[in-house]
């Protein structure tokens, strides 16, 4: 083999996919077949705002799985042939995140996995292999509702239909919250998230607070009823949706601030600290990859219905299009063999 496809971003809006030499393996190294690798809209971002590494050509792709095709001497934990997911973030690789790979090839070297088992985690015989690149967006999704500790009890708003908040929707489902409503401007998505089971509201419907208001109940703040809505996501990362967030919050409410944003935002602290809102970010993952696989082995949930378009690597420019399209779009996988 003489050179492989790499997907990487040269500049703002400029994504090749490459010729790169195929990856040598080191002792410590496993090297992945990358069967599939889903588009994150942090990909798309990372388009917007050009290489995070310079004037080097940064490689990107986070969301995979496949099988391993080669094991350094050193590497105990799997061998040639297993199926395995990438911890992009274990080991400090950062793949797909600025490091020096990318899951968007058909060959994916994993640097470090004798040291680092979460680096490559074995998919056991009970999760299917089309679970296999959801597992990283439904970690973040997890480590969110774990940062809140939601629980059955609560009364959840899921602000965003996207990947993540859709996420987000499954696994609380799995905790048993019954009480869901998710909030965005795109019908499509809206329609997946009450075939998940959500209640699903338009974010430009007016009178939205009288609405959860109707369905999660009032909580009294200076004589006001506000919501008794008890965990707000947002999984937007648009500035003005969190401040309005903040601003709906009922008293003892907690706001977990999933989406990444890219401006400063205003917060009115006097109201904050009067209604005693917990304002709680959450940032990927840490060791949400195991309790993920533990729910897909256990057939809680099914990730797929997440999945609405599916292209070969050779049409990766397409595929990004069509990710780009939030109106048909929700999570777009790439076959990395084809």
């Known amino acids: 083999m003489t050179d492989i496809p790499q997907l990487r971003i040269h500049g703002v809006d400029d994504l090749r996919l490459d010729r790169v030499p195929p990856p040598a393996c080191g002792v410590d190294d496993v090297v992945v077949k990358v069967r599939e690798c889903g588009i994150c809209g942090t990909d798309l ?47 400090g690789n950062n793949i797909g995140n600025g490091g020096g790979e990318g899951g968007f090839t ?6 470090g996995a004798a040291g680092d088992p979460r680096c490559v985690i074995p998919l056991t015989a009970g999760v299917p292999q089309e679970y296999g690149a959801l597992v990283e967006p439904l970690a973040v999704a997890q480590h969110a509702a774990n940062r809140v500790a939601a629980n059955a009890a609560d009364k ?24 869901i409503v998710v909030v965005d401007l795109s019908d499509n998505r809206l329609e997946q998230a009450r075939r998940m089971g959500a209640v699903a509201l338009r974010a430009d419907e007016p009178g939205l607070s009288e609405r959860l208001v109707e369905l999660h109940g009032s909580e009294p703040f200076f004589g006001m009823p506000m919501p008794a809505s008890t965990i707000y996501f947002e999984a937007t990362g648009v500035r003005a949706v969190f401040e309005g967030i903040v601003g709906l919050a ?18 009115d602290l006097v109201m904050l600290l009067a209604k005693e809102v917990a304002l709680v970010p959450a ?9 993920v696989l533990a729910m897909l082995e ?3 949930l099914d990730p797929t219905v997440l999945v609405t378009h599916r292209f070969p690597l050779s049409s990766i420019e397409e595929a990004f299009a069509t990710a780009k399209d939030t109106s048909r779009a929700i999570k777009v996988m790439v076959d990395c063999q084809a």
């Open 45 to 91: 971002g990372f388009l917007k705002m050009g290489s995070l590494r310079g004037e080097q050509p940064m490689p990107i792709g986070h969301e995979l799985w496949g099988e391993v095709y080669e094991a350094g001497s050193n590497v105990a934990h799997v061998q040639v042939g297993d199926r395995v997911v990438v911890h992009p973030m274990a080991n």
């Open 106 to 111: 058909p060959l994916l070297l994993v640097r």
């Open 156 to 179: 959840v708003v899921i602000y965003g239909a996207g990947p993540i908040g859709l996420s987000l929707l499954a696994v609380l489902a799995c905790r048993g919250v019954q009480d």
């Open 250 to 267: 009922g008293p003892r409410s907690r706001v977990c601030l999933v989406g990444v944003h890219k401006e400063p935002a205003s917060v």
């Open 283 to 291: 940032m990927g993952y840490e060791h949400e990859f195991d309790e």
């Open 298 to 300: 256990s057939g809680a």
